[in-house]
């Protein structure tokens, strides 16, 4: 099972993010356009951008008669126009997700000075991130307070 933990910020996509459905393209006579087509994979697993590579390998001559091969054509490719980078979006919460925990005791006295409330980083823990939330004090009937922390929580990155 992939770890959800990662740290790296420079990825490239391996061979698991994607697959190619048809790596060769043939083109009839008078045919000017055909397209790869490439399937990307939904894993589920925290990943930030991930770029890869489509390029033309290689260019050969196809006899439909015979349905074979019969020369390969390298000097047609024009250079450069023969790759483009594809990049697979930063997904699946890869910058994590944020939960708070209870404190305890949770009922405080006003003339505590300091409660500790933890909040919660899991699944992607990629690049630095801040997280803002909000605290509201409530009177309790007891005379101390309630501390409460605001449900929602906003991730921005630094």
């Given at each position: 099972?992939?770890?959800e933990?990662?740290?790296?910020?420079?990825?490239t996509a391996?061979?698991?993010?994607?697959?190619?459905?048809?790596?060769?393209?043939?083109?009839?006579?008078?045919?000017s356009?055909a397209?790869?087509?490439?399937?990307?994979?939904?894993?589920?697993?925290?990943?930030?951008d991930?770029?890869?590579l489509?390029?033309?390998?290689?260019?050969?001559?196809?006899?439909?008669?015979?349905?074979?091969?019969?020369?390969t054509?390298?000097?047609?490719?024009?250079?450069?126009?023969?790759?483009?980078?594809?990049?697979?979006?930063?997904?699946?919460?890869?910058?994590?997700?944020?939960?708070?925990?209870?404190?305890?005791?949770?009922?405080?006295?006003?003339?505590?000075?300091?409660?500790s409330?933890?909040?919660?980083?899991?699944?992607?823990?990629?690049g630095?991130?801040?997280?803002?939330?909000?605290?509201?004090?409530?009177?309790?009937?007891?005379g101390?307070?309630?501390?409460?922390?605001d449900?929602?929580?906003?991730?921005?990155?630094?």
């Open positions: 099972e992939p770890n933990n990662h740290h790296e910020t420079n990825r391996d061979a698991s993010d994607f697959s190619l459905l048809n790596a060769t393209l043939f083109f009839a006579q008078d045919q356009e397209s790869l087509k490439i399937a990307i994979a939904n894993d589920n697993i925290p990943e930030v991930e770029p890869f489509v390029f033309i390998s290689s260019v050969e001559a196809f006899d439909a008669a015979s349905g074979e091969f019969v020369a054509l390298l000097a047609i490719v024009d250079v450069l126009d023969s790759n483009v980078t594809v990049v697979i979006a930063e997904n699946d919460d890869a910058r994590g997700i944020f939960s708070v925990s209870q404190p305890s005791p949770n009922l405080v006295s006003e003339d505590s000075t300091t409660i409330i933890t909040v919660h980083r899991f699944r992607g823990l990629f630095t991130v801040s997280v803002e939330g909000s605290l509201f004090l409530t009177q309790s009937s007891g101390g307070a309630n501390l409460t922390m449900a929602h929580l906003d991730k921005s990155l630094i």
